[in-house]
């Protein structure tokens, strides 16, 4: 495997270790028995479940992406790999998803400061950019196909369509929780029971924008050319 | 409270752990069916995983029919033998152990013995088992469907797996890949609750380091499983794209027929690493909660705590995080690079060093305890020969030169059955024995439990053992018949028989285990409380089998770690977590 999934596990790695770090691992529980009301703070974070499961969940998705993208590295250095041309449309999806992080950013810096008619626009316009993303991302691959770049013709355009389906249906899962959230927002519950909710939905927009922008990078034809001469540097 | 210290930890004022708002069911079908209470989704999973798993045991008897009697059973041809190994080690890995450990020991113990009401997801929790039981009737289906289930192996190597001459290669692949992206989208589900549950809904008082070891075991083969399955869930989908669609991400060029298929440049090699990223974390994924569970059943049953706690959370962290660097030890035989064997066979090797700690201290903490020879530490105890003994062959195989020679023999069979087979089924029986009383208010059969552990013990080693020998005879594995090798002496055919003997009665002593299980749901003996007077908190809960919520009014406030066993001076010989010191002198 290359070395983009160590890349990814280190990071986790690291995190996991710092948090081990502020558990007192090295304490000696058979020593300390409390009396009544002597109970000591059990190391939670003060952060929502919600949040925390959120976290994992995108610890989750990396490992997912970091191994579809050592496998796409793993596959290019066969002989048979020809990089197709990523289409310009691409440019246009990526600035429609960078819009629709905005607007969610822009929701909830509104939930916090407690304006349900900003978080009610922000909502409605990062899911619109959303689908419009996802509804551009569709026409890429019909152009794509149209001009001949067809799924198994050759493992490139196998990599481009898996890898931009998968982070398509990542963004459409967030768009069923975004649903959910804009549903409270009409229902009219109050700004403290949609915070959280928006909040983590700009989480999971902004990790999603990221991870498009990584892909994006390397489903353009100049990062195949830039692996090929990492590689000869590196042998 | 007045103001006081407490040993290094210094003063610290009680943390508010705040009380959660349950789902209260309001039907029949949400209380037991489309439950959200964790305590019924642990004993649905359990009850689909056993199911399921009894499916791969009567498979096992048709391999073993098969090897002992070649050919004399009409129904069983090379074609089906080669589904029977596949199905019945995909299922025994991941439809059995891990959604057992898992689904159905994590689901049941992890809110219970931290003090939790319940999970912290609990409407996710339940997509979980839906979607874990989607994915098991989705297999079952692949038996059903034309062509029968997939042939390929359980490690479905591309390119054969989805080659004509491979049984099962129009329905049964696609099916086994579907349900492993199923079971995968569902255990997700479930692992973000057990990690989550563990981290935040731990009652006031529970630190990490009070945590009782299954639950550490359980939490951390959680935190392994949510990194590694998605490599099964990538290799799946791509070997799908293969299967389906005619992409060559894994799929050569290959010759079939005589007939060039449109498959090119694709590397085999590429799955292999993707699977074994997931395949060899996922032993540590069955076998991190059975040294948890282990360890909780030897220090009760032996009255006596458990030596070197911090050593055993340590050696779990670390063996967690090995985990990872180990997985090509399972490809030297690829065609890898040898300097990359060199170092996969010293990760594999370190693995050893914390392993061995974990051991050790079970045997110092049985040292001079007051040994209770239930059957719960029988199965205890007989985990720790047999894991020793799987693990002392697996020394052998991490060894680059003495592997490639035993690779893909009856060898290295007998070693996975040992170590991650049997030593894990040992911990799921005795754990099921321990925590049966809990679950349903009433003792299993001890008589038939002592039957069914020594029927099930000694017979592993009748079946296991010879198979070491028939191993290194050279005896492939996954053949049909061996016919008429020359190097195969007379005997192998003669222990062949034996082992199948072993397998049938092993076979039916489990049955003898599922009528128990289901006579002492109506007869058993009633179990109080607290029957083996053990410390941690799902033996204080205020009824028994718990009530939804699990804790009544109030949630219990831990003022100690879970091994006080034997304690000078107290009035039993156990002290309950959640029983404060006595009133020191001021």
Same mark, same amino acid.
């Given at each position: 495997m290359s070395i983009t999934i160590l890349l990814v596990l280190a990071p986790i790695g690291a995190i996991?270790?710092?948090?081990? *770090?502020?558990?007192?691992?090295? *304490?000696?529980?058979?020593?300390?028995?409390?009396?009544?009301?002597?109970?000591?703070?059990?190391?939670? *974070?003060?952060?929502?479940?919600?949040t925390?499961?959120l976290g994992v969940f995108l610890a989750v998705v990396s490992s997912l992406f970091a191994l579809l993208i050592s496998a796409y590295f793993m596959r290019m250095q066969?002989?048979?790999w020809a990089q197709m041309p990523a289409p310009k449309l691409l440019w246009f999806n990526t600035g429609v998803l960078i819009l629709s992080s905005v607007a969610l950013q822009y929701a909830q810096v509104?939930?916090?400061?407690?304006?349900?008619?900003?978080?009610?626009?922000g909502l409605i316009a990062g899911g619109l950019f959303a689908f419009t993303f996802l509804v551009g991302q569709l026409l890429a691959w019909q152009q794509l196909n149209?001009a001949?770049y067809?799924l198994?013709?050759n493992p490139a355009n196998a990599f481009f369509y898996l890898l931009t389906g998968v982070h398509g249906l990542h963004l459409s899962g967030g768009l069923v929780a975004l649903?959910?959230t804009?549903?409270?927002?009409?229902?009219?519950?109050?700004?403290?029971?949609?915070?959280?909710?928006v909040q983590l939905c700009a989480v999971y927009w902004h990790f999603l924008l990221a991870l498009w922008l990584v892909l994006f990078s390397l489903l353009t034809p100049w990062v195949g050319d830039f692996a090929v001469i990492c590689r000869?540097l590196l042998? | 409270?007045?103001?006081?210290?407490?040993?290094?930890?210094?003063?610290?004022?009680?943390?508010?752990?705040? +009380?959660?708002?349950?789902?209260?069911?309001?039907?029949?079908?949400?209380?037991?069916?489309?439950?959200?209470?964790?305590?019924?989704?642990?004993?649905?999973?359990?009850?689909?995983?056993?199911?399921?798993?009894?499916?791969?045991?009567?498979?096992?008897?048709?391999?073993?029919?098969?090897?002992?009697?070649?050919?004399?059973?009409?129904?069983?041809?090379?074609?089906?033998?080669?589904?029977?190994?596949?199905?019945?080690?995909?299922?025994?890995?991941?439809?059995?152990?891990?959604?057992?450990?898992?689904?159905?020991?994590?689901?049941?113990?992890?809110?219970?013995?931290?003090?939790?009401? +319940?999970?912290?997801?609990?409407?996710?929790?339940?997509?979980?088992?839906?979607?874990?039981?989607?994915?098991?009737?989705?297999?079952?289906?692949?038996?059903?469907?034309?062509?029968?289930?997939?042939?390929?192996?359980?490690?479905?190597?591309?390119?054969?797996?989805?080659?004509?001459?491979?049984?099962?290669?129009?329905?049964?692949?696609?099916?086994?890949?579907?349900?492993?992206?199923?079971?995968?989208?569902?255990?997700t589900?479930?692992?973000?609750?057990?990690?989550?549950?563990?981290?935040?809904?731990?009652?006031?008082?529970?630190?990490?380091?009070?945590?009782?070891?299954?639950?550490?075991?359980?939490?951390?083969?959680?935190?392994?499983?949510l990194l590694?399955?998605p490599a099964?869930f990538v290799?799946?989908v791509m070997?799908?794209f293969?299967?389906?669609?005619?992409?060559?991400f894994?799929?050569?060029?290959?010759?079939?027929?005589?007939?060039?298929?449109?498959?090119?440049?694709?590397?085999?090699?590429?799955?292999?690493?993707l699977?074994?990223?997931?395949?060899?974390?996922?032993?540590?994924?069955?076998? &991190?909660?059975?040294?948890?569970?282990?360890?909780?059943?030897?220090?009760?049953?032996?009255?006596?705590?458990?030596?070197?706690?911090?050593?055993?959370?340590?050696?779990?962290?670390?063996?967690?995080?090995?985990?990872?660097?180990?997985?090509?030890?399972?490809?030297?035989?690829?065609?890898?690079?040898?300097?990359?064997?060199?170092?996969?066979?010293?990760?594999?090797?370190?693995?050893?060093?914390?392993?061995?700690?974990?051991?050790?201290?079970?045997?110092?903490?049985?040292?001079?305890?007051?040994?209770?020879?239930?059957?719960?530490?029988?199965?205890?105890?007989?985990?720790? &020969?047999?894991?020793?003994?799987?693990?002392?062959?697996?020394?052998?195989?991490?060894?680059?030169?003495? +592997?490639?020679?035993?690779? +893909?023999?009856?060898?290295?069979?007998?070693?996975?059955?040992?170590?991650?087979?049997?030593?894990?089924?040992?911990?799921?029986?005795?754990?099921?024995?321990?925590?049966?009383?809990?679950?349903?208010?009433?003792?299993?059969?001890?008589?038939?439990?002592?039957?069914?552990?020594?029927?099930?013990?000694?017979?592993?080693?009748?079946?296991?053992?010879?198979?070491?020998?028939?191993?290194?005879?050279?005896?492939?594995?996954?053949?049909?018949?061996?016919?008429?090798?020359?190097?195969?002496?007379?005997?192998?055919?003669?222990?062949?028989?034996?082992?199948?003997?072993?397998?049938?009665?092993?076979?039916?002593?489990?049955?003898?285990?599922?009528?128990?299980?289901?006579?002492?749901?109506?007869?058993?003996?009633?179990?109080?409380?607290?029957?083996?007077?053990?410390?941690?908190?799902?033996?204080?809960?205020?009824?028994?089998?718990?009530?939804?919520?699990?804790?009544?009014?109030?949630?219990?406030?831990?003022?100690?770690?879970?091994?006080?066993?034997?304690?000078?001076?107290?009035?039993?010989?156990?002290?309950?977590?959640?029983?404060?010191?006595?009133?020191?002198?001021?």
């Amino acid at each position: 495997m290359s070395i983009t999934i160590l890349l990814v596990l280190a990071p986790i790695g690291a995190i996991v270790a710092w948090w081990l *770090s502020q558990q007192r691992l090295t *304490s000696k529980p058979w020593l300390e028995v409390g009396a009544i009301g002597e109970v000591p703070d059990t190391g939670a *974070s003060s952060l929502p479940a919600a949040t925390i499961g959120l976290g994992v969940f995108l610890a989750v998705v990396s490992s997912l992406f970091a191994l579809l993208i050592s496998a796409y590295f793993m596959r290019m250095q066969v002989a048979d790999w020809a990089q197709m041309p990523a289409p310009k449309l691409l440019w246009f999806n990526t600035g429609v998803l960078i819009l629709s992080s905005v607007a969610l950013q822009y929701a909830q810096v509104a939930a916090r400061r407690g304006r349900m008619d900003g978080v009610a626009d922000g909502l409605i316009a990062g899911g619109l950019f959303a689908f419009t993303f996802l509804v551009g991302q569709l026409l890429a691959w019909q152009q794509l196909n149209a001009a001949g770049y067809f799924l198994a013709a050759n493992p490139a355009n196998a990599f481009f369509y898996l890898l931009t389906g998968v982070h398509g249906l990542h963004l459409s899962g967030g768009l069923v929780a975004l649903g959910r959230t804009a549903d409270k927002v009409w229902r009219g519950f109050e700004v403290n029971q949609v915070r959280l909710s928006v909040q983590l939905c700009a989480v999971y927009w902004h990790f999603l924008l990221a991870l498009w922008l990584v892909l994006f990078s390397l489903l353009t034809p100049w990062v195949g050319d830039f692996a090929v001469i990492c590689r000869q540097l590196l042998t | 409270m007045v103001d006081v210290t407490i040993g290094p930890a210094g003063a610290i004022q009680p943390a508010e752990v705040k +009380d959660v708002e349950l789902y209260h069911a309001k039907s029949w079908v949400t209380k037991y069916v489309f439950s959200q209470d964790a305590k019924v989704i642990a004993i649905q999973y359990s009850i689909t995983a056993l199911s399921i798993g009894l499916v791969a045991l009567v498979l096992s008897w048709l391999i073993r029919l098969q090897l002992a009697f070649p050919s004399s059973l009409s129904a069983i041809g090379p074609g089906e033998y080669l589904q029977f190994i596949t199905m019945h080690g995909m299922i025994m890995v991941i439809y059995l152990l891990t959604a057992l450990f898992l689904g159905g020991f994590g689901n049941y113990l992890i809110p219970l013995m931290v003090g939790a009401r +319940d999970m912290v997801f609990p409407y996710v929790n339940m997509v979980s088992y839906w979607v874990y039981l989607l994915a098991v009737l989705v297999l079952v289906a692949s038996f059903f469907a034309p062509g029968g289930p997939t042939g390929s192996g359980w490690t479905l190597y591309p390119p054969q797996a989805i080659l004509s001459g491979t049984p099962g290669r129009e329905w049964g692949i696609i099916l086994m890949l579907a349900s492993l992206i199923l079971f995968i989208i569902g255990f997700t589900m479930g692992g973000l609750n057990y990690v989550v549950t563990v981290l935040q809904a731990r009652t006031r008082g529970m630190t990490l380091m009070r945590m009782p070891l299954t639950v550490w075991g359980i939490f951390t083969a959680t935190v392994i499983a949510l990194l590694a399955f998605p490599a099964l869930f990538v290799g799946s989908v791509m070997l799908l794209f293969d299967r389906i669609l005619g992409t060559s991400f894994f799929m050569p060029a290959v010759v079939e027929m005589g007939q060039h298929l449109k498959y090119r440049g694709g590397s085999p090699l590429l799955f292999q690493h993707l699977f074994w990223f997931f395949g060899h974390p996922e032993v540590y994924i069955v076998a &991190v909660p059975a040294f948890g569970i282990v360890s909780d059943l030897i220090s009760t049953h032996a009255r006596k705590n458990i030596f070197g706690y911090r050593m055993m959370v340590w050696a779990i962290i670390a063996i967690g995080a090995l985990s990872f660097v180990v997985w090509a030890h399972h490809m030297y035989v690829s065609g890898m690079n040898p300097y990359f064997g060199f170092f996969f066979a010293t990760t594999t090797l370190i693995i050893a060093i914390p392993t061995a700690i974990k051991v050790y201290n079970w045997v110092l903490t049985l040292w001079r305890g007051d040994i209770h020879l239930t059957v719960p530490m029988l199965f205890a105890l007989s985990f720790i &020969v047999t894991f020793v003994n799987g693990g002392l062959t697996g020394l052998f195989l991490g060894n680059v030169v003495v +592997d490639v020679p035993l690779s +893909d023999t009856m060898f290295v069979v007998a070693h996975f059955h040992m170590v991650m087979g049997m030593a894990p089924i040992f911990v799921i029986f005795g754990a099921i024995y321990h925590w049966y009383p809990k679950v349903t208010g009433r003792m299993l059969n001890e008589m038939l439990g002592k039957f069914h552990f020594w029927v099930t013990f000694l017979g592993a080693y009748a079946i296991y053992f010879p198979m070491h020998y028939i191993g290194l005879l050279g005896v492939p594995r996954r053949y049909f018949e061996m016919g008429d090798m020359a190097f195969v002496p007379r005997s192998a055919t003669a222990l062949n028989i034996f082992i199948t003997m072993a397998a049938l009665t092993v076979g039916f002593a489990q049955m003898v285990f599922l009528f128990n299980l289901i006579w002492s749901l109506f007869k058993g003996k009633p179990a109080g409380s607290n029957p083996w007077r053990a410390t941690t908190l799902e033996w204080q809960t205020p009824e028994t089998p718990p009530g939804h919520g699990n804790w009544g009014k109030e949630l219990p406030v831990v003022y100690r770690w879970a091994y006080d066993y034997s304690v000078p001076g107290a009035k039993e010989d156990f002290v309950p977590q959640n029983q404060p010191a006595v009133a020191r002198a001021a």
